[in-house]
């Protein structure tokens, strides 16, 4: 039975409220609805846009990383921040400006370099930074970029903690400058690729190895680029690597986690037992059996939950995923005796929900895969291994590990939009009603807004292929005229 609710946004400071117990679900935003209007800078993962348009822009970044540093100024220790960014060309400017504005507030810098998202938070922890920045749009096109901060701890800011960052960025930030003498100093840390190589590769069971596997691997010409081949070489593996030839402008086009039909394509080119296609930043991965089908990031937590129940790894025997999850999943795991939890979209709302239930795996349909007993936050590599290292165990294919069930129709349209507060207009209100009316009690119905992009995302999921395709098509329809 589905549970169904409708958590609303176009109410009075985003409050929930229920509907009758006959509705299917309908999530328009995000849970924190009242913070997320508010806010001028920060989305759903940080702060994203076109690069040298606002807040994309060497001044306003400077005035971050400035309220940054007051943020995380605290005792009169040496204050320290490590930065770490993808492959895009915008790099070269951001990366400076950020510096520029630690520096000036009396932060060391320490600068990674092209690396994976979970490195820079593995090496927050690691060198006992005060915070940790990612330069990354994660799967955007190369003239979007953006930032992701993490504390002390390795995890991603609070919406909290990210409203009294804007908050100090508006603040004359004049009074607030250090002294000359007091200056943080910047350096560049040589050897930052090699430590999350053994970090990642110490996720792997000790005395195995992949000899006999031949694994292609499209780093999305993204930060991954070396990192990925260098650890799957390391354990063994016959490696096919593609996507490893970044220019600046070339990072997730049509390649990465989000267009893996090349990764899919190679897969079979080559006889490869299993295809892994990480994002721009490496913190998702979808994969392809050997048969170059697809695998989402249903189907791998699917597999890590049901070892790890097995294996009595699985704290709580529970998991935590989105309300993007397939219902599929859900089924799945009940007839395994494992509790799912859903949270709202973003990686850091599963991190969030898994703190609370105790839970130690979570993560998103679209390839984040949370474990929180390697890392704070999705990483597509460590994620990797773990099937792996399953298949390698079991002595199974990919095909037959990787199809634990059968997903239910589920259809996704994302819907252009100037501006994401038609959702609040009453005729498109009046039309989500009467999808939900016709969907009934047939499925889940999910409305909302893009945390990172302009967009409207329409899914819905249910047994009847038919009437779902109809909802989504309709609804989206009505959309994009009333936009």
Same mark, same amino acid.
């Given at each position: ?74 005792? %009169? ?10 492959? *895009? ?113 110490? /996720? ?24 990925? $081949?260098?650890?799957? +070489? ?5 490696? &096919?690597?593609?996507?490893?030839? $970044?220019?600046?402008?070339?990072? %997730? #086009? ?52 049901? /070892? +790890? ?9 529970? &998991? ?5 999850? %397939? ?68 002595? #199974?294919?990919? /095909? ?6 059968? $997903? ?23 039309? &989500?009603?009467?999808?939900?009316? *016709? ?14 992009? $302009? ?15 109809? &909802? ?12």
């Amino acid at each position: 039975m589905v549970k169904r609710f409708v958590l609303r946004s176009l109410g009075e400071g985003g409050k929930r409220r229920k509907t009758r117990k006959a509705a299917s679900v309908i999530v328009i935003m995000n849970r924190r609805i009242g913070v997320l209007m508010t806010r001028q800078f920060f989305g759903t993962d940080g702060i994203r846009g076109k690069v040298n348009q606002e807040p994309m822009t060497a001044p306003t970044l400077l005035k971050l990383a400035m309220a940054a540093a007051m943020q995380f100024r605290r005792g %009169n220790h040496r204050h320290h921040v490590v930065i770490g960014k993808d492959t *895009r060309l915008s790099g070269y400017m951001i990366e400076p400006a950020l510096t520029s504005g630690f520096v000036s507030m009396g932060m060391d810098v320490t600068l990674l370099g092209p690396l994976p998202t979970p490195a820079v938070a593995m090496l927050t922890r690691s060198l006992r930074a005060d915070m940790g920045v990612m330069i990354s749009a994660s799967h955007n096109p190369f003239d979007d970029n953006g930032i992701k901060l993490f504390g002390p701890d390795g995890n991603k800011l609070s919406d909290e903690t990210e409203m009294q960052i804007e908050k100090l960025m508006q603040d004359d930030m004049q009074q607030h400058l250090v002294e000359p003498k007091s200056f943080g100093r910047a350096m560049r840390l040589d050897d930052a690729k090699g430590r999350y190589i053994e970090f990642v590769k110490s /996720s792997f069971p000790k005395g195995l190895r992949l000899d006999g596997l031949k694994i292609v691997i499209d780093c999305a010409e993204g930060a991954a680029y070396k990192v990925a $081949p260098a650890v799957l +070489w390391e354990l063994g593996a016959e490696v &096919i690597a593609i996507g490893t030839k $970044p220019d600046g402008v070339n990072i %997730n #086009k049509q390649c990465g986690a989000t267009a893996p039909q090349a990764m899919m394509e190679s897969v079979i080119l080559h006889g490869a037992d299993l295809g892994i296609a990480l994002d721009g930043d490496a913190d998702r991965l979808i994969l392809a059996d050997e048969k170059g089908a697809r695998i989402d990031g249903d189907q791998i937590m699917a597999l890590i939950a049901q /070892s +790890w129940k097995q294996s009595g790894l699985l704290r709580g025997d529970a &998991i935590v995923a989105t309300v993007m999850s %397939n219902l599929g999943l859900e089924r799945f795991l009940n007839a395994q005796n494992i509790k799912l939890h859903r949270a709202s979209v973003g990686d850091r709302y599963v991190v969030e929900q898994m703190a609370k239930t105790g839970c130690n795996l979570g993560g998103e349909q679209s390839g984040h895969i949370v474990m929180s007993d390697f890392n704070t936050t999705g990483d597509g590599l460590v994620a990797a291994l773990q099937v792996l290292a399953m298949l390698v165990q079991n002595k #199974k294919k990919a /095909s037959d590990a990787l199809r634990l069930f059968m $997903p239910v129709p589920q259809k996704l349209t994302n819907v252009r939009v100037t501006t994401t507060t038609i959702l609040e207009q009453s005729p498109v209100k009046n039309a &989500i009603a009467e999808a939900e009316k *016709r969907l009934g009690s047939q499925g889940r119905l999910l409305v909302r807004k893009s945390g990172t992009e $302009p967009l409207i995302r329409v899914m819905a999921e249910g047994d009847d292929e038919a009437l779902i395709n109809s &909802i989504v098509s309709d609804l989206c329809a009505f959309i994009q005229k009333a936009a």
